[in-house]
Each structure stands twice: as structure tokens, then as C-alpha cells.
T-cell receptor, first 113, second 117 residues
Framework: DAKTTQPTSMDCAEGRAANLPCNHS???????VYWYRQIHSQGPQYIIH???NNETNEMASLIITEDRKSSTLILPHATLRDTAVYYC??????????????FGKGTLLTVNP | DSGVTQTPKHLITATGQRVTLRCSPR?????VYWYQQSLDQGLQFLIQ???????AKGNILERFSAQQFPDLHSELNLSSLELGDSALYFC????????????????FGPGTRLTVL
């Protein structure tokens, strides 16, 4: 799986957009970008994934650059409950029935009142 | 609530002992994954089962073993426990029957916190 690089930590004011970057310069054509988050000691939670087009769901938006070497997760209106570690994961599109996730250290996002 | 359940929530035991962690996947999910999260190693993949068969192994110690039963629940067995085995153990499930296989997000349980004294 391609390696990802994320900032160790970020701060965001409540109500503002949180933009979390991720570099995955070695991503290959068959790999998706996934985002998960983990709120303190809880199980990780799936947020969103994408291949090459921008994606949006009820939780967040995912912007992937045209060369696919980086992406940004956007939480449009961050709340205190969004304080968590956010993991950017690159994984093959079709791993057969093996879809293990390789977690890095992620970004600790702290949303401040 | 992800639909994945894990028991027990907390487990305190002594070195050298053996414990069993249990996971019930989301209804209909065929694949179960086990992950270990310790302070120094972060979240690490241990092992995966798919419909009762082992499919992938990660950084799982020989003292650890797992299985998936016909009803799809899974157990992770940890033996000859050491202090360093203290960690959060998460189970995740995915791959529902009939689901497109290229979109397999994983749903994580709340974890079992193991403390080895």
C-alpha cells in the first residue's frame, strides 16, 4: 500500500471549515484514498473514500488533486465532537477479499470553542 | 453504533495467562478483521477472516490465534500474556453478501481494553 504523510496535529475553530491534508505521492492507479477517524479510544469510523474525483457525503468532502498525489479532507462546519485523530489511508482498489487497513499516525484535529 | 459488538469491554489479567476476545460482526458481513492499538505501535492489523477462512495475516504473534465460526462471529485468543500485550483490541467487519467488493469500508467495534499486570 502506498505511504501517506499527514501533519501531526491541527487546530480549528468551532463552526469553521477544517481542511486536513494528506500526501500520497506514490499512489498507484488502482489505489483508493480512504479517510477514517478515531475519537478518543473509540473504534475508528469510516468517513469517505475516493479514486480520482471529488467526493462528498453527509460527513465530509474529499478533494483529490488531478495527479492524485495529495488529497484534502474537508469538514465544512467543525464541531467539538469532530475532535479526533484523522487517518488518511491508501488501499488497492481490488484486493480480492483482503481489505486490511494500514494506519499511520494520522492527524490529531482539535476543534476549539 | 457500527453494528459490531465486542466483549468484554475491559479485561485485566496477569502475565502468563490466556484470554479470549469475542467479536460479532455486523449482520451479514462475511469478513472480520482484528487490530491491535498500543501506545507505541499505533493501530496495527493482526489478522483477517473471510467466511470462516483465514485470508490475511499481519503483525500477529505466534502466541495469538483467531478463528471465525460458522455463524461468522470471531474470537481472538491471546496466550502466555506479557506486559507488552496490554492494548486496545479492535474488531472490524466488512463485505456484506451481495455488496460490491471494491467499496468495502470497514465498521469497527468499540474495542476490548486488555491490561496485563
Amino acid at each position: 500500500d502506498a505511504k501517506t504523510t499527514q501533519p501531526t496535529s491541527m487546530d480549528c475553530a468551532e463552526g469553521r471549515a477544517a481542511n486536513l491534508p494528506c500526501n500520497h505521492s506514490t499512489i498507484s492507479g488502482n489505489e483508493y484514498v480512504y479517510w477514517y477517524r478515531q475519537i478518543h479510544s473509540q473504534g475508528p469510523q469510516y468517513i469517505i473514500h475516493g479514486l480520482k474525483n471529488n467526493e462528498t457525503n453527509e460527513m465530509a468532502s474529499l478533494i483529490i488533486t488531478e495527479d492524485r498525489k495529495s488529497s484534502t479532507l474537508i469538514l465544512p462546519h467543525a464541531t467539538l465532537r469532530d475532535t479526533a485523530v484523522y487517518y488518511c489511508i491508501v488501499r488497492p482498489r481490488d484486493g480480492g477479499s483482503n481489505y486490511k487497513l494500514t494506519f499511520g499516525k494520522g492527524t490529531l484535529l482539535t476543534v476549539n470553542p | 453504533d457500527s453494528g459490531v459488538t465486542q466483549t468484554p469491554k475491559h479485561l485485566i489479567t496477569a502475565t502468563g495467562q490466556r484470554v479470549t476476545l469475542r467479536c460479532s460482526p455486523r449482520s451479514g458481513d462475511l469478513s472480520v478483521y482484528w487490530y491491535q492499538q498500543s501506545l507505541d505501535q499505533g493501530l496495527q492489523f493482526l489478522i483477517q477472516y473471510y467466511n470462516g477462512e483465514e485470508r490475511a495475516k499481519g503483525n500477529i504473534l505466534e502466541r495469538f490465534s483467531a478463528q471465525q465460526f460458522p455463524d461468522l462471529h470471531s474470537e481472538l485468543n491471546l496466550s502466555s500474556l506479557e506486559l507488552g500485550d496490554s492494548a486496545l483490541y479492535f474488531c472490524a467487519s466488512s463485505v456484506s453478501q451481495g455488496q460490491r467488493r471494491t467499496y468495502n469500508e470497514q465498521f469497527f467495534g468499540p474495542g476490548t481494553r486488555l491490561t496485563v499486570l
